[in-house]
């Protein structure tokens, strides 16, 4: 069922009173990344919504909103295989009535580091539809991917913070046979290399061999050709690693004809 108003989804959510509710927040574009966690929803809950919402308020003035790959139809297909009961594609002016809109802002320590340093107010975006998202809802769970885990780390800060009854669930990255972690920008690269699963993956293993001094580990790879950044962080609360554990996290991003590719990698 697809619907686009709010007062639609909070109706078919009364007339499903007493039954667990699992949300898939998604962007569209849909990949088999995103079907994993709508068919991890479909699993664990009776009922599952996906939202499929380019969300104006996370992107910066110079970023893609208005390139954002957007195909509906296919989106819709993606949803009813991997199970999905309500699929709610909102209107901007549907999510946003009211202009300027009440902002959530996150920790700065948690959003002034990776991808929220060279994105200044995305992660208050996020953190804003998402909630909005939790209101209308109303899901007991939340299924949102590894690959973006600033964002799910910031997320469950959020929700614990805030008191938000519902259950946040973390589920795996979704890889390219080569490597390639899933993303919904990839169709815009001219070859699908994965220079940074290959460089995470180097490091894991320099890990796994007894390596744990930090400059060790990333030596040769700062100066790698469109490379923004790399840090080895803590899994919970995102604090810079000095030595790296089994709690540590290696975040990357890098640039690749003009695509922005972001992956992760723990350690432990």
Known sequence: M??????????????????????????????????????ASAKMCDKTVVS??????????????????????????????????????????????????????????????????????????????????????????AFFGEKDRQQLIIIKKMTADLNIPVQIIACPIVRAENGLALSSRNKYLKVPDAPLYKTLFDIKMCYNDGMTDIKTLSKGVSGANGLEYLEFRDKDDLSLKEIADDNTVVFAAVKIDGVRLIDNMELG
């Open 52 to 141: 499929i919402f380019v969300n104006p308020t996370q992107f910066g003035p110079k970023e893609d909103f208005d390139k954002y790959p957007r195909n509906l139809d296919t989106d819709l297909e993606i949803c009813r295989q991997a199970g999905a009961d309500l699929v709610f594609a909102p209107e901007v002016n549907e999510m946003y009535a009211e202009c300027p809109a009440v902002t959530i802002v996150p920790p700065r320590q948690y959003t002034n580091i990776l991808c929220g340093k060279l994105r200044p107010g995305h992660f208050d975006g996020v953190c804003t539809v998402v909630t909005k998202l939790f209101n209308i809802v109303r899901p007991d769970f």
């Open 2 to 39: 697809l619907v686009s108003k709010i007062n639609e989804v909070k109706e078919q959510i009364k007339s499903w009173r007493g039954q667990t509710i699992g949300l898939v927040p998604t962007m569209g574009a849909l990949h088999d990344g995103h079907k994993s966690l709508i068919d």
